[in-house]
């Protein structure tokens, strides 16, 4: 039987539920599923990708949100009305884009990111083609990548950011990893979200990177002086000492440890004039002792 034949059909079940306009709920809910996720589709909101046939089927995440029947494809030459969030954004998705999320939905480009040059962007997308805001990818491709997201993930952070947590949720549901993506990119998602339009999310992006940049410099600093602590200082060590000496060995006696050194400019320690005179006293008797061995 046709779907059209079907179409005003009363479901078999409580004839008597009907709506204030007549339709039953099941009816009505249908109705809503086709006004907001479009015909067929079993998302509350419109999902689209453009396909280009560049990733394995089986990893591809676009291609299963289709098979699950959550997003829609489209050919080149047809254009999307909601957000489009592409490579070949101008501007980055922000919350005040949350109205046209909510009224048109999201889309995606489906290729590979190695050849991106193939697609032919000019004949796709539409009037709100956005970037994504540094976030890190939680797939198990490219796990811990910034920017470089899969199409899940990016339709998930264009909810994310607009505040639709709700959607973001459960789009990630169907796949095993999909939830740590939003745990991954908790703090960064609710400042995001504090945002309003583009510019400020681009300049709490900044700041987060110099904020992690920070990080980097400091641990690496940390992980210069734990090095030192590590093998001791090696002005102080014992020449004679070699690497493979048990560390016991490196502990200086108190006389040692107490005494204070001077270094010269490539931090080794100049010796004192006593050491000095010491030196030259020894000198001196090992050639006297040379010289009685020879006579
Ligand atoms: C290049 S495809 C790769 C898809 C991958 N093969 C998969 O399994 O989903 C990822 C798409 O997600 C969107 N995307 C991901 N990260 C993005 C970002 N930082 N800015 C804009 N769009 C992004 C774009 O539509 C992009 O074309």
Excluded at 59 to 77: A, D, H, N, Y
């Amino acid at each position: 039987m046709s779907k059209g034949k079907n179409k005003n059909r009363e479901p078999r079940g409580d004839r008597s539920a009907k709506g204030s306009n007549g339709h039953s709920a099941r009816q009505n809910h249908k109705r809503m599923e086709m006004k907001q996720g479009g015909e067929g589709s079993k998302f509350p909101v419109k999902l689209a990708m453009w396909d280009f046939d560049h990733c394995d089927p089986k990893r591809c995440s676009g291609k299963k949100l289709e098979r699950l029947g959550l997003i829609k494809s489209l050919r080149v030459g047809q254009k999307f009305q909601g957000i489009v969030v592409s490579p070949n954004g101008n501007g980055v998705v922000c919350p005040n884009d949350r109205a046209i999320v909510e009224e048109q939905g999201a889309s995606v480009v489906e290729c590979s990111w190695a050849r991106l040059d193939e697609v032919p962007f000019n004949k796709i997308g539409g009037k709100h083609e956005r970037l994504l805001p540094y976030l890190v990818a939680a797939n198990q491709v490219n796990y811990g990548r910034p920017w470089k997201l899969n199409c899940v993930e990016a339709l998930a952070a264009c909810f994310a950011i607009v505040g639709r947590m709700d959607w973001a949720s459960e789009l990630l549901s169907h796949f095993s990893w999909g939830p740590s993506f939003l745990e991954l990119n908790s703090e960064l998602i609710e400042i995001y979200q504090k945002c309003t339009d583009a510019q400020s999310v681009k300049d709490a992006e900044t700041a987060w990177l110099a904020k992690i940049q920070q990080e980097v410099e400091e641990r690496k600093a940390q992980a210069k002086t734990d090095d030192i602590w590590m093998t001791g200082n090696v002005n102080r060590r014992d020449a004679s000492i070699s690497e493979s000496e048990d560390c016991s060995d490196l502990v200086l006696s108190e006389e040692e440890d107490s005494k204070t050194y001077r270094y010269d400019s490539l931090g080794n320690i100049i010796a004192s004039e006593s050491e000095e005179e010491t030196q030259s006293d020894t000198e001196e008797e090992e050639l006297n002792d040379r010289h009685a061995d020879e006579t």
